[in-house]
């Protein structure tokens, strides 16, 4: 399975923040798709999951290992 992981400092996420995954997703629509970034909500966007750094990258290993 494809996995795309990117990275944004910003607190909040924009419809522009997306762009580069939403893209890779059109590509490769089975492809699971995360933005880690600096917020502390967690969520889904259009298929791509929110998912705040704190919690993302202890778990990266786990995250990476899933299946969809």
């Known amino acids: 399975m494809e996995i795309a992981i990117q990275v944004a400092r910003s607190r909040s996420v924009s419809r522009s923040d997306l762009s580069a995954l ?3 997703k059109t590509d490769y629509p089975e492809a699971r798709c ?3 970034y600096g917020g502390s909500r ?4 259009n298929g791509i999951e929110l998912i705040p ?6 778990r990266l290993a786990h995250f990476l290992s899933q299946e969809k």
């Not at 750094?53 to 202890?58: A, I, L, R, T, V």
Request: aromatic content about 24%; hydrophobic content about 45%; glycine content about 12%.
């Open 53 to 58: 750094m704190e919690e993302g990258f202890p």
């Open 22 to 24: 939403r893209l890779f």
């Open 42 to 45: 967690g969520e889904y966007r």
């Open 34 to 36: 995360a933005l880690f």
